[in-house]
């Protein structure tokens, strides 16, 4: 049975502040991702149309209407959330675009660049969030002429946007509603080597007879960039809740595009949690589980990692009366590490939010907290 966001869970999420949107105050990622859609307007001087709808959305319109199988295992409610049967929070900002094909109003050569904030289940670490920025690149041309040439071209264009100078490369990676799709890597300026940045193909000439734009007519190229990642590369920041950071020092940095200058880190405080989960539990799952019970606290974790997994099984009798874990479960070993970046925690308020990311995760028969 599928399981729907709850009132508050959604209030939190509809409240979390979109950093691409010039209405709710500036942004380095405004900054980027103008720079992006200029770059790519002028590869062919395309007419821009920037795209911003609210992020409930239709299922069907976030997964049929791109060519998502109904048994595609993206639909489950591990990986999306559901708001009812019909409605959900949009997965990626790509959800926008057919119903705005199916609205165009036959214009040659026009670029839509649809920003915003998806939802998604995730893990906790430095560079992961639940709620990642997205910017779609959508090129629409009234030519009958293979556009696939162009992909690469597109592509490099972005990267060269996001990173000047720097060293790209595109390898296969097919897409639902694209033929011929490509996967952007850029090589990490830091030295950590190829890192994704995008992904690109040609539009499915299905999608497009779909929106009433005849593929013996029509042709396009989409595009999607993970945003939040690109602004940490151009930038240089360690951790993707420095992006959100409502410390002076960090916040000044965030209003234009130079070079991260890091502030002083605060210690981290370390828990290893000795946990019974189910058998297929990852760390997307366990993330989700930790954000949906902390809310806001949510905030002073760096990561959240799953260490091991030992089934119930090849548990000996005496662990399994201990953890309270029954056939199908497995004992886990969970390191969350607790790093606030803007203040230092107490050791009380360690142990409260250590008991909380327990209490979320654990699901045996017998519980050991810290606080107690």
């Known amino acids: 049975m599928t399981s729907y966001l709850t009132p508050d869970a959604l209030r939190i999420a509809l409240d979390l502040r979109d950093l691409t949107d010039p209405a709710a105050g500036p942004h380095a990622m405004q900054s980027l991702t103008d720079g992006i859609v200029q770059a790519s307007a002028q590869l062919r001087d395309s007419q821009v149309r920037q795209v911003r709808h609210s992020p409930l959305v239709a299922v069907s319109a976030n997964y049929d209407a791109l060519g998502y199988g109904i048994a595609d295992i993206t639909r489950n409610e591990r990986y999306s959330r559901y708001v009812s049967p019909t409605v959900m929070l949009r997965s990626h900002t790509s959800a926008m675009l057919p119903p705005l094909l199916a609205t165009h109003d036959g214009a040659d050569n026009v670029l839509y660049a649809a920003a915003g904030l998806a939802y998604r289940r995730d893990s906790i670490d430095r560079t992961h969030t639940g709620e990642p920025h997205q910017l779609d690149l959508w090129w629409l041309t009234r030519s009958s002429e293979p556009v696939d040439g162009e992909l690469a071209e597109r592509l490099g264009v972005l990267a060269q946007a996001v990173l000047p100078d720097c060293r790209w490369r595109v390898t296969p990676s097919p897409h639902s509603y694209t033929a011929g799709g490509l996967q952007l890597d850029v090589l990490d300026p830091a030295g950590g080597g190829w890192l994704e940045l995008a992904e ?173």
């Open 200 to 372: 690109g193909g040609v539009i499915a000439p299905w999608l497009l007879d779909a929106a009433g734009l005849p593929s013996a007519h029509w042709s396009g190229i989409a595009a999607g960039v993970g945003l939040d990642r690109a602004l940490m590369l151009r930038k240089g920041i360690p951790d993707i809740r420095l992006l959100r950071s409502g410390d002076a020092r960090v916040a000044r940095q965030m209003m234009n595009l130079s070079p991260y200058q890091q502030v002083s880190l605060l210690p981290e405080i370390r828990r290893d949690l000795s946990v019974v989960v189910p058998w297929d539990t990852d760390e997307e799952l366990l993330g989700d589980q930790v954000r949906s019970a902390l809310g806001e606290r949510v905030a002073d974790l760096e990561s959240v990692h799953l260490l091991s997994k030992t089934s119930y099984d090849d548990l000996p009798a005496g662990a399994r009366r201990r953890l309270g874990i029954r056939l199908g479960q497995a004992n886990a070993l969970v390191r969350v590490t607790l790093r606030p970046i803007e203040r230092t925690l107490t050791s009380a308020e360690a142990n409260d939010l250590r008991d909380a990311v327990y209490l979320a995760i654990h699901r045996g028969d017998v519980v050991e907290m810290a606080s107690r």
